[in-house]
């Protein structure tokens, strides 16, 4: 079946950096576009940042600039570099894979909790 693992979540002071890792298994990995989800208390699920598989990202405008994706298809593993982190990056990261051209092939990692505080 299909699985996505997430780490690399933790507490983090403000202007700190922290790198989550994300591994799937049971998909083309190629075939899915990857991408980080983080959902705040209270508030809705919300794209960080996405990649399809030739490299090409996608970011929301509050994390351009600080945060970077990153992927490697031969270990079937995304990457979120996150820099310079504000408390408002506090949430929970959820990892997704979404299939190129199957809208129901549609899977989540548990997500891991980042947590932004001095």
């Known amino acids: 079946q299909v699985q996505l693992v997430e780490s690399g979540g933790g507490l983090v002071q403000p202007g700190g950096s922290l790198r989550l890792s994300c591994v799937a298994s049971?998909?083309?990995?190629?075939?899915?576009?990857m991408g980080w989800y983080r959902q705040a208390p209270g508030k809705q699920r919300e794209m960080v940042a996405t990649i399809i598989s030739s490299g090409i990202t996608n970011y929301a405008d509050s994390v351009k600039g600080r945060f970077t994706i990153s992927r490697d298809n031969a270990k079937n593993m995304v990457y979120l570099q996150m820099d310079s982190l504000k408390p408002e990056d506090t949430a929970v990261y959820f990892c997704n894979a979404r299939h190129i051209l199957r809208v129901v092939a549609n899977y989540w990692g548990q997500g891991t909790q980042v947590t932004v505080s001095s």
């Open positions: 049971g998909i083309i990995f190629s075939n899915y576009v």
